[in-house]
């Protein structure tokens, strides 16, 4: 039975994704310092556009000219992921109201605020450390997490898909948990490439400037204690060191495309057809995306979609292990809960 705030978790969800796609966007137009400053614009709530409001911007940020577009596409992120924010806040407090519902998420609603928050600190922190990778990196993750957490809390209020139980799905719990850690570690060297700008670092496919195997530095590539001070936009590494940061992201895929290809084929077996078809969809198109980045040098459209992918591929995985999910598990955990008054089944 649907249980109430599913909407709203709903549409929080979509909202997710839009910033998702919205931090991609900004970070591939090198809009991430758009502003300088955190969390207005030059000083002010909004991109200044008066005669005034520019002369004033000028005078505070002498060494960071203000370009419009790259202004608004920053701004514009923050105001939407603020609406998000507030959001996730209202679906907090709603919870609270529900905590004597039976199997109510009160502890994923509040979980889902505290990781927002710290969204809201890494988002300064992006600015403030001047795209230092380490923390932009964070970011985009905290931002998978966070859409992670909506859709399982869409899933639990939808009161559909209950748990399975026997031997097979004993076994493919399993291996649908190892699928998610691989796919979480892709996604994280998707994000180190990015915010290393290494996804251009080889232009041809399979190969990489010509070679199966170039020159490669991995211990400046994943040095992730590059120094703070520096302004990384544009990246300060050399061409071995993201080749080797694009050489990984490029095996990682390879794994990734095996495993979850033997997971869909598990699924399909089991009679999850829906699921396993969705899961290889998802899988084709990230790959077909992840090719045509390379062959066409990283089109802005094409990189969007890319990340939106990622994010689409992780929440079918979140589904898949949800939907894989232990029944006595679920019992306990929702006795522990009722006796806590908190019940997140």
């Not at 970070?27 to 000083?43: F, K, S, T």
């Not at 996730?88 to 009160?106: D, E, F, H, N």
């Not at 001047?130 to 639990?156: E, I, N, Y």
């Amino acid at each position: 039975m649907r249980k109430p705030g599913f909407w709203l978790a709903l549409c929080a969800l979509g909202l997710g994704f839009v910033v998702v796609i919205l931090g991609a966007y900004t970070r591939l137009v090198h809009a991430g310092l758009g502003c300088p400053d955190w969390p207005g614009c030059y000083g002010f709530l909004s991109v200044p556009r008066s005669e005034t409001g520019l002369e004033m911007a000028q005078l505070r940020f002498p060494d960071e000219p203000l370009e419009m577009f790259k202004a608004w596409v920053e701004m514009i992120h923050r105001y939407v992921a603020g609406v998000l924010g507030l959001m996730i806040l209202g679906l907090a407090v709603y919870s609270l109201r529900q905590r004597k519902q039976p199997g109510y998420p009160v502890l994923l609603c509040f979980g889902l605020l505290l990781m927002v928050t710290a969204q809201a600190i890494f988002g300064m922190w992006t600015v403030t450390l001047k795209l230092w990778p380490q923390v932009v990196t964070g970011h985009l993750l905290g931002g998978f997490a966070t859409l992670s957490l909506l859709t399982l809390l869409c899933l639990r209020l939808s009161g559909k898909f209950p748990a399975l139980s026997g031997q097979r799905v004993a076994r493919l719990r399993k291996l649908a948990w190892v699928v998610l850690a691989i796919v979480i570690t892709q996604i994280t060297l998707g994000g180190w490439t990015s915010t290393n700008y290494a996804a251009v670092a080889c232009v041809d496919f399979p190969t990489c400037h010509g070679e199966w195997w170039p020159e490669t530095d991995f211990a400046t590539g994943f040095n992730v204690m590059q120094e703070i001070g520096p302004n990384y936009l544009g990246g300060q590494m050399d061409g071995p060191a993201r080749t080797a940061i694009h050489m990984t992201h490029r095996i990682g895929a390879l794994v990734t495309l095996f495993a979850v290809l033997l997971l869909a084929g598990q699924l399909l077996s089991l009679g999850l057809v829906r699921l396993a078809g969705l899961l290889a969809l998802a899988l084709a198109v990230q790959v077909a995306l992840g090719i045509t980045n390379v062959l066409a040098h990283l089109p802005l459209a094409v990189a969007v979609a890319h990340n939106a992918f990622g994010a689409v591929l992780l929440l079918v995985m979140v589904t898949v292990v949800y939907r894989l999910r232990s029944d006595r598990h679920s019992r306990v955990f929702s006795r522990s809960a009722d006796g806590l008054g908190l019940a997140s089944h």
